[in-house]
C-alpha cells in the first residue's frame, strides 16, 4: 500500500484565467489604516490614535498579539542592553506592565524582561487597542492594496463577508511578510541562501512534570541548554516560568558552546531543534522546516505537515528519554510560526554593521540590543550577545516608491544579517510605535511620510514614554 501523498513544497504556475473586474463596498475609513494586528500592527495602532488620529487595525487571525500570542512563545525577549539599560518604553514596556499587573506575566531579574501567558497576552494586546478608541476588525485577510501615482488609496480584503473595502490616508504595513507593500509595487527582498532561517509549528503539552525536568537537564548539562530554576524559587509549590530547555549539545567542547568563524554560538540538536519551553506543568516544543519560502501557499503547507509530524516525534522523544515527560499529552497547535521572509527596500537599510558598532542616527526612533538569534535547517542553532545598543533610523521604516506607507515589525529595511536581531519583539514594539505616531503626523502632511517632520517625531515619541537613548545625545534635546 502506498502511503498518504506529500504536499508540493513549491508553487507551479498552470496557466492563467482572466478574473472579472469588481466594484467592492468600502466599509471603513480611517486616517491610518494598520494591515497586522501582532506586537507592530497593536503598537502601531495605539500610538497612531494616541497621536489624534482615527485608525483601523485589520488582522487576519481572530486575535491580537502575533509572535507574544498565536505561537505559544513565552519569553518577548531583552528590553534591556548588556550593560543593564532599558532600551525598550512606550507602548511595548506598557502592554508589559499591564500583563504582570493582571497576573499575565512575571518579571525576569536575571534577564531584565518577562515571562508571558500567551492567552492572558491576547486579552491585554485587545483592550490597549480599544481603550485607545481604534476601530478593529478581525478575521480580515488582505488580498491587495489599491494604488494611484504611488501612493495607496485603499486595500481590499477578503471575510465571510467576501471582498470589500477599506480607505485610508496612510498605511501601516504590519503584515510581517510585508504584504501591502509588495503588493503595492514596492521593492522587496528575500533571502534564499542556505542560512535562511527556519519556519516552525508549535505544539503545547500539559501535565508535565517540570521539577523533574529540570532535574535533569542539570544533570546531563552537556545535553541541555538553559534549563535553569528561577533565582527566588525557594519552597514554593510547582514551577514559575521562565523555563527555556533546549536539548542540545555544543558542535564542539566549550562552555556555552562553540563559537564558530563568524562569531556565534554554535549549538546542535540531539534531535532536529527539540525546543521545550517549559512553566508549571505545560511544556512548547517546535517542528521545524527548512529552506521554506513561507510567502509561497505551497511551501508553507509543506511546513505545516512536516512541522507538526516534527514536533510530535520531539514530543514522543522527551516522554522515552527524559523524566517528567511521559505522561505529556498535546492540547494546542500553533498557526505557522515565521522567523524570515520578504523584507522592503527603504530608504535606510540596517545591516550587520550597525549592529557591531552601535550605529547612531539622526532619525533614530527607537533602540535595539537583541543578540542575533539563527535558527538554521537541521539541528543548528546559533545566537551572538550584543554589546550595548543601537539606534532604529525612521528611515529603514519607509519603503522605496510609495508615498504613504509605512512598515513595521519584521520587515522594516535590513538585511539578512541584522535581520536576525531585529526580528525580535522589543524591537518590533519601538518599531511599531514609531511608525503609528510618524503616521499619524504624516496624515497633517496629507499622507507623505517623507513630509513629517524627524524632530517632531521624536518629541510625540519621548513624550509617549518610548526611549531613543541611553546616553546623553544633545541632537534629541
Not at 497612531?48 to 509572535?67: N, P
Not at 546542535?268 to 521554506?292: E, L, W
Not at 503547507?301 to 517528567?324: C, F, M, Q, S
Request: glycine share 12%.
Amino acid at each position: 500500500m502506498n502511503g498518504p501523498a506529500e504536499p508540493k513544497r513549491t508553487t507551479e504556475v498552470l496557466g492563467a484565467v482572466e478574473v472579472p473586474a469588481a466594484r467592492v463596498p468600502v466599509i471603513a475609513r480611517a486616517d491610518v489604516v494598520v494591515a497586522g494586528g501582532g506586537n507592530a500592527g497593536v503598537a502601531a495602532a495605539v500610538a497612531a490614535a494616541r497621536t489624534g488620529a482615527s485608525v483601523l487595525l485589520v488582522e487576519r487571525y481572530g486575535y491580537l498579539g502575533g509572535m507574544t500570542t498565536g505561537t505559544f512563545n513565552t519569553g518577548p525577549g531583552t528590553m534591556f542592553d548588556s550593560d543593564g539599560q532599558r532600551v525598550l518604553g512606550g507602548i511595548g514596556w506598557e502592554i508589559e506592565e499591564r500583563m504582570v499587573a493582571t497576573g499575565g506575566a512575571l518579571r525576569v531579574t536575571g534577564d531584565h524582561g518577562f515571562s508571558n501567558f500567551p492567552e492572558h497576552m491576547k486579552l491585554v494586546a485587545q483592550e490597549i487597542v480599544l481603550e485607545a478608541g481604534v476601530d478593529l476588525l478581525l478575521h480580515a485577510w488582505l488580498c491587495r492594496p489599491l494604488v494611484r501615482d504611488g501612493r495607496v488609496t485603499a486595500a481590499v480584503l477578503l471575510s465571510k463577508n467576501g471582498l470589500f473595502a477599506v480607505e485610508g490616508s496612510v498605511f501601516v504595513d504590519a503584515t510581517g511578510d510585508a504584504d501591502l507593500a509588495a503588493g503595492a509595487g514596492a521593492a522587496c527582498e528575500t533571502y534564499d541562501g542556505a542560512t535562511r532561517q527556519q519556519v516552525s509549528v508549535d505544539l503545547l503539552a500539559c501535565n508535565v512534570d517540570g521539577r523533574k525536568v529540570m532535574a535533569w537537564g542539570s544533570a546531563h548539562a552537556d545535553e541541555s541548554w538553559g534549563a535553569r530554576l528561577p533565582e527566588d524559587d525557594g519552597g514554593t509549590e510547582g514551577l514559575r516560568p521562565p523555563y527555556v530547555f533546549i536539548m542540545t549539545r555544543p558542535e564542539t567542547g566549550g562552555e556555552g558552546g562553540a563559537v564558530n568563524r563568524e562569531g556565534f554560538m554554535r549549538r546542535v540538536g540531539s534531535m532536529p531543534t527539540i525546543k521545550a519551553m517549559v512553566r508549571r506543568s505545560c511544556v512548547r516544543i517546535q517542528g521545524n522546516g527548512d529552506g521554506v519560502d513561507p510567502t509561497d501557499v505551497r511551501a508553507i503547507t509543506w511546513t505545516e505537515v512536516v512541522g507538526r509530524r516534527g514536533a510530535l516525534r520531539h514530543l514522543d522523544h522527551l516522554k522515552r528519554n527524559v523524566p517528567g515527560f511521559e505522561d505529556a499529552f498535546v492540547v494546542a497547535q500553533s498557526p505557522l510560526g515565521v522567523r524570515e521572509s520578504r523584507r522592503i527596500v527603504g530608504e535606510y537599510t540596517v545591516t550587520l554593521d550597525d549592529w557591531k558598532r552601535n550605529a547612531r542616527f539622526p532619525d533614530v526612533v527607537g533602540l535595539n540590543a537583541r543578540g542575533l538569534d539563527r535558527h538554521l535547517a537541521g539541528t543548528v542553532f546559533e545566537y551572538e550577545r550584543s554589546r550595548g545598543n543601537h539606534d532604529i533610523p525612521y528611515r529603514s521604516l519607509i519603503p522605496k516608491g510609495l508615498s504613504n506607507v509605512l512598515v513595521a515589525g519584521r520587515c522594516v529595511s535590513v538585511d539578512h544579517d541584522a535581520h536576525a536581531s531585529l526580528r525580535g519583539m522589543p524591537a518590533c514594539w519601538a518599531i511599531g510605535h514609531a511608525a503609528g505616531t510618524a503616521a499619524a503626523l504624516a496624515v497633517r502632511a496629507g499622507g507623505a511620510v517623507r513630509g513629517v517632520d524627524v524632530k517632531d517625531l521624536q518629541r510625540a515619541l519621548r513624550a509617549q514614554g518610548a526611549i531613543l537613548s541611553t546616553q546623553p545625545r544633545p541632537d534629541l534635546d
